[in-house]
């Protein structure tokens, strides 16, 4: 059997559901917010490292097209009087159109200056020892290359070398053609960046060497990063990608996002903070998880006073309950002794009124027999006068335990202790017989007891019983008529007598002879 919790118990689980709930809502709430802060985080460094790369990639692929176009004059046309005149107007032409450019270079292949984009050419001044001009003298290839960022000898500012070889008509070095990309155009577009106060920006060649970072340090450009954990992540696949990571130049941990360049071997990286990015989030969730445990509080605190309420209320409710049942122990009891002959345990006289009248309207609306048996003990005066009358009331109690053993047991039964010695037994749906060998049974027990009665000629106490029987009929039958004429059956048994049962006379009949004289015990 299932064991039932009081409703206390329940009241308890629903607070305590109900606020872990709002606290556990809140916190996947929150979480999901998180995750969504972080998700944008993400999108926003992607779109800035597209950006970046396309800008440093269009900013190199311009520098590389004006290289391209030069080497390709200086090897159709040689490097004649007039033909450096024409490269130096060209060179000027290109410089003043594009920005990005510091200057154009051509170095013969001593590395000394042929021609360039500045007014007057200093022929002193020699390149040889430049990374990017060694490069091109132990590398036969025309491809473009993108050198180490170096201080401009002309310029005096930081600039990124684009170059290309010049090869002679035999096929061997010729000198190189380079366009300087000034630092300071990246660093005004990095600048025009939002990354916030913590954020970074780089530029990167695929040897993990720094070209440019923001925050803006010189003494950062130049620095091989070959061991940082960016460069790990970018360089087995180099491909577009996102990682949180750990910055070895400041120990800042950032969402970056790194990015190769189409066309260059380069690649850029923007780096949001993540405590940065993450700031307001944790200030959103402090103070709408502090409202959210205040209100789950306040909840349990006043689901705790509702649960003692209910607590109080079911105590008193039990109280109530006891009481009531109680009461209506009393009351039956009350009413058991109200409808119960004290002596004999049977019904009383008011008990068999109201039951009586309740089967005889029950038999008229169904139309059914109504039987009814009047008992009267044999002599019970002589009894009492010849051994008192506490005798006669043992004598009275034995003779209704048999009545009470031997009568039928249905719904509407009902044995009952109608006035004195006078005993009364009514049989619902019962014929005339039926009821008849009822009252037989119960003579016959109440002899086979032989009680001794001295005064009684038979000797022993006996009992005398009258039966009829009436299916009412509205506007006919009364409810006494039934009983009159079991009363006259009695009669009768007694006058033939005694010790019998007798049977009543036709009801019809009965309504129009005279009353029968009184009867004698």
């Not at 021609?115 to 001009?133: C, G, I, Q």
Request: charge should be positive.
């Amino acid at each position: 059997m299932h064991r039932r919790f009081p409703i206390v118990f329940w009241a308890r689980v629903f607070v305590g559901v109900v606020c872990l709930a709002l606290v556990a809502i809140d916190g996947w709430r929150s979480w999901n917010a998180r995750a969504e802060r972080l998700l944008e985080m993400e999108r926003a460094t992607f779109n800035l490292a597209r950006a970046m790369a396309q800008q440093a990639d269009d900013s190199i692929k311009a520098a590389d097209t004006s290289v391209a176009e030069l080497v390709e004059r200086i090897e159709a046309d040689g490097l004649g009087e007039a033909a450096l005149a024409r490269l130096h107007t060209r060179m000027v032409a290109q410089v003043a159109n594009l920005p990005q450019l510091g200057g154009l270079f051509a170095y013969d292949e001593q590395g000394r200056w042929l021609v360039n984009s500045r007014p007057l050419l200093n022929a002193t001044l020699n390149n040889a020892d430049r990374e990017y001009f060694r490069h091109h003298r132990s590398h036969p290839g025309r491809a473009a290359y993108v050198g180490l960022p170096v201080v401009s000898r002309s310029t005096g500012q930081w600039i990124i070398p684009v170059s290309r070889r010049i090869d002679k008509p035999d096929g061997g070095f010729g000198g190189v053609v380079l366009a300087t990309v000034d630092l300071d155009h990246f660093r005004r577009f990095y600048q025009s960046l939002d990354v916030g106060r913590h954020g970074a920006v780089a530029l990167f060649n695929n040897a993990g060497v720094l070209l440019l970072r923001r925050p803006f340090d010189d003494a950062t450009i130049g620095q091989g990063l070959r061991g940082s954990n960016l460069y790990a992540a970018f360089m087995p696949q180099r491909l577009a990608g996102s990682a949180t990571l750990l910055s070895p130049l400041d120990g800042q941990v950032r969402l970056n996002s790194y990015r190769p360049l189409q066309h260059y071997p380069l690649f850029v990286t923007a780096a949001l903070s993540r405590d940065e990015m993450l700031a307001q989030w944790r200030r959103d969730t402090f103070l709408h998880s502090l409202g959210v445990v205040l209100l789950a509080a306040m909840l349990g605190l006043f689901g705790q006073r509702l649960v003692r309420q209910i607590g109080l209320r079911e105590h008193a409710e039990g109280e109530l309950r006891a009481a009531r049942d109680a009461l209506e122990q009393v009351n039956r009891t009350l009413e058991r002794q109200a409808m119960q002959d004290g002596l004999t345990g049977l019904a009383n006289r008011r008990q068999f009124d109201v039951t009586l009248g309740n089967e005889f309207s029950r038999a008229m609306r169904y139309q059914h027999l109504l039987a009814f048996v009047m008992v009267d003990v044999d002599y019970f005066k002589q009894y009492n006068d010849e051994y008192g009358h506490s005798k006669g009331d043992d004598c009275l109690r034995a003779v209704c335990a048999q009545i009470r053993a031997l009568t039928p047991k249905r719904p509407g039964d009902l044995t009952a202790r109608y006035g004195g010695e006078e005993l009364a037994i009514l049989l619902p749906d019962t014929d005339l017989a039926g009821a008849h060998a009822v009252a037989e049974r119960v003579r016959a027990a109440v002899e086979a007891l032989q009680l001794p009665h001295a005064a009684s000629p038979l000797g022993v106490v006996t009992i005398s019983a009258g039966v009829a029987t009436l299916m009412p009929q509205r506007d006919v039958h009364l409810a006494g008529m039934l009983v009159d004429a079991a009363d006259q059956a009695l009669y009768a048994a007694k006058s033939d007598g005694r010790n019998r049962v007798a049977r009543a006379p036709v009801l019809a009949r009965l309504a129009t002879e005279p009353a029968p004289p009184p009867r004698t015990t």
